[in-house]
């Protein structure tokens, strides 16, 4: 068996296609998506991220602008920028670029974000909304599996399915989301006992542990789905993800590949939940 590729960046270039539409239609009416960038500091990881959803942004039409502060600026400063973006009708969404430096607390600043332009999907009001099943905005990554799933419409409803990881950011509203679909979900991390033996009893894995090619074959049921979420940096420089993808590729049914899977899709739903809140700000949802 070999499994048939799940290729996020084809998806993402559909989604994005059918935005571009959509957002020329909005712009007809007057109608101009915004979405604001907030980067502190200049990690280079950070500077190339918020640059390539800038881009992102211009090729679908969406205004962008990129709000800079010092690695040393302070928390007081941060929220200062925070407050002005909230109240500018221009803005429908709004980027924290994180890490943050040392001193200031993500919590308090993505807390500090309207629930309302949270694109991200990180305030405690979505994060509630999320839990309950009607959710506002859900982070664009987990979200962006989802859309894979649906794409290739891989069943969800009944199946058993596993999520390796229990971020806030990934593992946990995955599982929600999944669980939401009707799958029989279990959600190991890195203290799980028997995790091999869990894992080869589910259709569909997610996998965002941050370790580099930890899902092995042997930990696989033949024909299973597997999303891998995570991008590692191997010692020559090659990327992979948290899946051994040559030899789990032999045993599952379905794959997304590193890079070229979940990433491109992540950028695509940040894109969506922008033209969303532009409809929601202007009463079209």
Known sequence: MTAQIIDGKLVAQTIRASLTAEVMQLKARGIEPGLAAVLVGDNPASVIYVRNKRKACAEVGIVST?????????????????????????????????????????EAITDAVSPAKDVD??????????????????????????????????????????VIGRSNLVGKPAALLLMHRNATVTVCHSRTRGID??????????????????LTAGMVKPGA?????????LPDGALCGDVDYGPVSG???????????????????????????????????
Not at 138 to 156: A, F, I, Q, R, S
Not at 198 to 213: L, P, Q, S, Y
């Open 66 to 106: 990129q709000h800079d502060l010092p690695a040393t600026a302070s928390q007081a400063q941060v929220l200062d920028v925070i407050g002005r973006l909230n109240d500018d009708p221009k803005v429908n969404g709004i980027l924290v670029q994180l890490p943050l430096p040392k001193g200031i607390s993500p």
């Open 121 to 162: 999907g990180l305030h405690p009001y979505n994060i509630g909304r999320l839990m309950r099943g009607d959710s506002l905005f859900v982070p664009c990554t987990p979200l962006g599996c989802m859309e894979l799933l649906d794409h290739y419409k891989l069943p969800v409803e009944g199946r058993r399915a596993v």
């Open 197 to 214: 033996a869990i894992c080869r009893e589910a259709d569909v894995v997610v996998v965002a542990m941050g370790k580099a090619k930890f």
């Open 225 to 233: 789905v597997v999303i891998d979420v995570g991008i590692n940096r």
């Open 251 to 285: 045993v599952a049914g379905w794959i997304t590949p590193v890079p070229g899977g979940v990433g491109p899709m992540t950028i695509a739903m940040l894109l969506s939940n922008t033209v969303t809140s532009a409809k929601r700000a202007h009463g079209l949802l």
